[in-house]
């Protein structure tokens, strides 16, 4: 039975618009409010782009890699089963997301929004390419 993808193309979509307004708005560091509202629209939607996509992994792997539930696997395995199963390429910048979405909660610091700002604009191309790859496997 195939994943219905839509909800994972819309905020892959969504991140790659918000990612484009920011680049026209944001030149170097967010010295406006403007611009800082902006990256926090960035920093919130890479949040949500990045839990469809693990949350999409899953869900995948469970049903097409004859894997039992995943429930309780640490994300870092769940990283290294989707590499295996060529879903992802990079594994290292999924455990740097990984990371980047743990801090999400700390954006009030600058120097750490703009950390995760630009770990969310790395995401993008990845996020693009694994919802390409399950579009290309969803059975």
């Keep these: 039975m195939a994943l219905e ?3 994972l193309r819309k905020g892959v979509d969504s991140l790659q618009r918000a990612l484009k307004v920011a680049s026209a708005e944001i030149r170097g560091r967010a010295q406006t409010d403007s611009e800082e509202v902006i990256r926090a ?7 949500f782009t990045y839990e469809l ?7 995948w792997l469970e049903k097409n890699a004859g894997g039992p539930d995943l429930d309780g696997v640490t994300r870092k395995e769940l990283f290294r089963m989707a590499a295996e199963n060529r879903l992802i390429s990079n594994v290292e910048r999924w455990f740097a ?13 600058p120097a ?3 950390e995760i700002y630009g770990a969310a604009k790395l995401f993008a191309p990845d996020a693009e390419a694994f ?9």
């Design 5 to 7: 993808l839509s909800s």
């Design 41 to 47: 629209g960035v920093i919130k939607t890479f949040e």
């Design 53 to 59: 996509c693990w949350k999409f992994m899953k869900r």
């Design 97 to 109: 997301y990984h990371a980047a979405r743990n801090e999400t909660a700390h954006t009030y610091d």
């Design 112 to 114: 750490k929004a703009e």
């Design 131 to 139: 919802l390409r790859e399950l579009e290309k496997r969803n059975d």
